[in-house]
T-cell receptor
Framework: AQKVTQAQTEISVVEKEDVTLDCVYE???????LFWYKQPPSGELVFLIR??????QNEISGRYSWNFQKSTSSFNFTITASQVVDSAVYFC???????????????FGSGTQLTVLP | DVKVTQSSRYLVKRTGEKVFLECVQD?????MFWYRQDPGLGLRLIYF???????EKGDIPEGYSVSREKKERFSLILESASTNQTSMYLC?????????FGPGTRLTVL
C-alpha cells in the first residue's frame, strides 16, 4: 500500500519569507512518480512538478525548488521569497501502478494550507 | 491545452436522490478518474476507467458507481445520495503519468 504524509496541516508566513513544505512517502514499488499540486481558493488543482524515482536531482523553477531524497523517502518543496499569491493548499502525491496494472493511481497527502500574509 | 470540464461547480441535492456528476476531457486520454476531497483527508480515489466501458474500484467506491460509454466522458453516479457524500468531487484524465484535473464539483446533500 502507498502512503503520503504531509505533517504540516497549516503554515503561515509573512511575505518574502522562505517556506518549506514537507512530504514523506511510503511505497514498495521501485518505480514511481512524485508530484506536487497547488490548489488555490478557486479549487482547481494546478500541476507544479513531477519527478520519477530514478531521478534524484533537485530542481529549481523560479522561486520554487524541490528536494528529492530517496534515502529518507522525502520530496520537500521550498518557496523562496513567498508572495501573497502563493497562498493555497499544496498537495504532494505518489503515483504507482494499480494492482491490476491497468493504470497508475495517485495517492495524495492530506495537504498543507499555506497562508502568506502581506 | 488539456481541458477537463465538469458539468457543475456547485450542486445541492436531497438525501435519497440519484445524482449524476459528469466529466468530459478533450484530449483523447484513455484513463479517467474520480476523486473526492475532504478536509484533512486529501483526495481519495473513488473509481477510475482505463477504457470505454471499463472501470475499476478505487479506495472508496462504496455508495458510488460510474459509467464510461464514450472515451471523452466519465460519469460518477450516486444511486441514493446521503449526507456523508457531501464533498468536493474532482475528475481527472491522465496521459504519460500526469493527471489533469477538472475544476471540481462541490456537492451538498441535505
Amino acid at each position: 500500500a502507498q502512503k503520503v504524509t504531509q505533517a504540516q496541516t497549516e503554515i503561515s508566513v509573512v511575505e518574502k519569507e522562505d517556506v518549506t513544505l514537507d512530504c514523506v512517502y511510503e511505497t514498495r514499488d521501485t518505480t514511481y512518480y512524485l508530484f506536487w499540486y497547488k490548489q488555490p481558493p478557486s479549487g482547481e488543482l494546478v500541476f507544479l512538478i513531477r519527478r520519477n524515482s530514478f531521478d534524484e536531482q533537485n530542481e529549481i523553477s523560479g522561486r520554487y525548488s524541490w528536494n528529492f531524497q530517496k534515502s529518507t523517502s522525502s520530496f520537500n518543496f521550498t518557496i523562496t521569497a513567498s508572495q501573497v499569491v502563493d497562498s493555497a493548499v499544496y498537495f504532494c502525491a505518489l503515483s504507482v501502478y494499480l494492482s491490476s496494472g491497468s493504470a497508475r493511481q495517485l495517492t495524495f497527502g492530506s495537504g498543507t494550507q499555506l497562508t502568506v500574509l502581506p | 491545452d488539456v481541458k477537463v470540464t465538469q458539468s457543475s461547480r456547485y450542486l445541492v441535492k436531497r438525501t435519497g436522490e440519484k445524482v449524476f456528476l459528469e466529466c468530459v476531457q478533450d484530449m483523447d486520454h484513455e484513463n479517467m478518474f474520480w476523486y473526492r476531497q475532504d478536509p484533512g483527508l486529501g483526495l481519495r480515489l473513488i473509481y477510475f476507467s482505463y477504457d470505454v466501458k471499463m472501470k475499476e474500484k478505487g479506495d472508496i467506491p462504496e455508495g458510488y458507481s460510474v459509467s464510461r460509454e464514450k472515451k471523452e466522458r466519465f460519469s460518477l453516479i450516486l444511486e441514493s445520495a446521503s449526507t456523508n457524500q457531501t464533498s468536493m468531487y474532482l475528475c481527472a484524465s491522465s496521459f504519460r503519468n500526469e493527471q489533469f484535473f477538472g475544476p471540481g464539483t462541490r456537492l451538498t446533500v441535505l
